[in-house]
């Protein structure tokens, strides 16, 4: 099976190549990227072809295509991908705004391609595990979550909303948006948020706190900040605290860690469980090789989780919660 | 030397009374409690006379000073106005009331008596709470930018069951989490919007979990968690700066644990206790602290108008929870009637 990348301007493209090229019966066809250096760069490393042009790229009889390039540019990239018959694995957010999102989706479904969105932190062994303990009914009736998804400020594009579509809260929202939607089964209804640029030299918002009200009843709260500094020993967490009529329970997606402190580095967490970047692209890999028509992690899920994002930079604008249906 | 009577036997009234018969400036004059035994078990305890009311312990002892009333909520204002008529200085446990109306009347009063008033905000002098403080006000960390605090455990019995009545505790975002408002004011200055959500109403059974979101004057914001879902004791606080974050966590920064086997030999059954052993504890700090301010005629570290804005802020997340807006606290809103309430 022929798998191609569109762009390494997400630094998740390397972590995903190498899981492409560590499965078998999988080749890595080629790599495109804009940027031609970048892109011949990794085309060496990961020892596969560059393209200078992903319509080439996509005629190579590929059966995929991981786009992680910048989040404005996904559209493009995944519509080129419909129009080739290639199943899509897309980088989260799945797009800058809704009405593109919803463009991908329909191009996909009209193409009969798959448009996955891509949620490693679906495939993080502490979060499946919590998942099988809420459906066998461990903790009762969930009634409220607290999330953290915090991280170092990227910096590049990240920080160019033209290309980005924002800061912290577009792209530190979404991963845990879609594990409260995947854990309760619920649709959000409600969001309010305190958004700032209170870290960042550059003009973007690096802090958030969301309040989040689901339509039956749960409440959570996420904190998307890039609010973690380069001493701080990693890059970032995934956490999500529930609380159910039953008990409790504390996700710590990167709690399976080693503490390590080097003359070099100083204190790091060195994360040594299962490589959820490698679960979640040959899980892309089983769902086309099954034929399937729609993968597990799906573009409306990218679409229902970027809507959160959306819907907490409009209630930060009008100081006063916003659904998601209203955008 | 100061004698003080100490109102209310339970957890915190016997942790007072503990202070004060340690304290070299204090005398415990007292303790009084409906239930004739717990007072006389905490009075033997430490070495002090109980009394089954106000009205007789003032009866019997020739000189009170300062009542300190550690009571159920609902039971402060009444101990409260009663001490500042008989003259004595008052120290209250937080909250210091139910509502707002309330707390201006015992402060107005215990002015127009000519007595000084404290409240029990005791966070501040929690050693790694205060020092964290030093660390901010001492610019090693920036600009403070994002916070993280919270504090909870498992349900709270209480006095009949007092906690359960919301209308008296106002749940956990009136009884405890003030602590962590009173805290972050401190810190970060006044608290411009709140935004809250709770279990309070969503579900029945005794189980109280909020969420809090503060968004500061200075623009900082706050997320606040407390709950009455889990077990065990715990509080943390993380304060994220443009220049480093400063972190606790009760749960796992423990200096002390012990586990004591149950029934059988190698089995369970016992709970691990953790336990931070300090020379002073924060309680006796903040209580000396308070004497002193009495003896000194100083200003207190917390003052009475502080455990007012405290409260201001935590009734602002009561109304927000209850209307799902935020409420503003900046427009001088000290009506949390509806006015406060953006959008409305």
Request: glycine fraction near 12%.
């Amino acid at each position: 099976m022929k798998i191609g990348i569109v762009s390494f301007a997400h630094m998740h493209a390397y972590s995903y190549a190498k899981a492409l090229i560590q499965l078998e019966g999988v080749e890595l066809a080629g790599i495109y990227d804009p940027d031609e250096q970048r892109g011949q760069k990794f085309a060496g490393i990961l020892g596969t072809s560059y393209y200078g042009d992903y319509a080439e790229l996509l005629s190579q009889g590929l059966s995929g295509i991981v786009v992680t390039s910048e989040n404005a540019n996904h559209k493009e990239h995944v519509l080129a991908a419909a129009k080739a018959g290639v199943h899509v694995l897309c980088e989260k957010p799945i797009s800058t705004n809704a009405a593109d999102a919803r463009d991908m989706i329909e191009a996909c479904k009209a193409a009969g391609v798959m448009l996955q969105t891509a949620f490693p932190v679906r495939y993080n062994r502490s979060v499946i595990r919590a998942k099988q303990m809420i459906d066998e009914g461990k903790l009762g009736r969930i009634l409220a979550m607290k999330g953290t998804n915090r991280g170092q400020n990227p910096g590049g594009w990240f920080v160019d909303p033209a290309l980005s579509g924002g800061g912290a809260v577009i792209d530190h929202t979404v991963h845990v948006a879609d594990i409260m939607r995947w854990f309760t089964g619920a649709e959000v209804k409600e969001v309010y948020a305190e958004i700032g640029q209170l870290m960042s030299a550059v003009p973007i918002d690096d802090c958030g706190i969301l309040s989040i009200e689901f339509d039956n009843g749960v409440f959570a709260t996420l904190d998307c900040s890039w609010s973690r500094n380069p001493s701080f020993p990693t890059w970032g967490d995934v956490t999500l605290e529930i609380v159910g009529t039953a008990g409790t329970l504390t996700i710590d997606a990167f709690g399976q860690k080693l503490n390590v402190f080097s003359e070099e580095r100083g204190y790091r967490h060195h994360f040594w469980g299962d490589d959820m970047d490698f679960g979640l692209v040959r899980d892309f890999v089983a769902s086309i090789a099954e034929g399937r028509t729609e993968a597990n992690v799906t573009g409306v899920d990218g679409l229902k989780a970027l809507e959160v994002a959306l819907a907490a930079y409009r209630s930060a604008e009008r100081l006063t919660a916003v659904s998601p249906a209203e955008l | 030397m100061i004698h003080v009577l100490v109102i209310g036997a339970g957890a915190m009234g016997s942790t007072h009374a503990a202070a004060y018969a340690d304290m070299p400036n204090a005398y415990l004059a007292g303790i009084v409690d409906t239930d004739a035994g717990k007072g006389a078990r905490v009075a033997e305890a430490c070495g002090t006379s109980s009394f089954t009311s106000y009205a007789k312990a003032m009866e019997a002892l020739d000189r009170v000073d300062v009542v300190d009333v550690c009571l159920p909520t609902p039971l402060h204002k009444k101990h409260v106005l009663q001490a500042a008529d008989d003259g004595k200085h008052v120290i209250c446990e937080k909250p210091l009331a139910r509502s707002l109306a309330d707390a201006r009347e015992m402060i107005d009063h215990c002015r127009s008596r000519g007595v000084r008033l404290f409240v029990g905000h005791v966070l501040r002098f929690f050693h790694e709470y205060a020092h964290a403080k030093r660390l901010l006000d001492d610019g090693v960390i920036g600009n403070p930018a994002v916070i993280r605090a919270g504090r909870g455990g498992g349900y709270p019995i209480g006095w009949q069951h007092w906690y359960s009545d919301f209308g008296a505790s106002g749940g956990i975002t009136l009884d405890a989490m003030i602590h962590d408002f009173d805290f972050l004011r401190w810190c970060f200055g006044e608290v411009e919007r709140v935004y809250a959500k709770g279990l309070h109403g969503r579900v029945h059974a005794q189980l109280d979990y909020s969420l809090v979101t503060l968004r500061f004057q200075s623009g900082a914001i706050a997320h606040v968690e407390g709950t009455w879902s889990h077990e065990g004791f715990s509080m943390n606080l993380e304060i994220a700066g443009t220049q480093g974050i400063i972190g606790y966590d009760s749960a796992r920064d423990q200096p002390l644990l012990s586990f004591q086997r149950g029934g059988h030999a190698g089995g369970g059954g016992g709970v691990p206790v953790p336990e931070s052993p300090v020379e002073e504890n924060p309680y006796f700090q903040e209580l000396r602290h308070f004497l002193n301010c009495i003896e000194q005629d100083e200003e207190p570290i917390v003052t009475a108008e502080d455990a007012y804005e405290a409260l201001r802020i935590a009734l602002s997340a009561l109304k927000s929870m209850e209307t799902g807006r935020p409420v503003d606290l900046g427009a001088g809103a000290a009506d949390l009637s509806s006015k406060g309430v953006i959008g409305s």
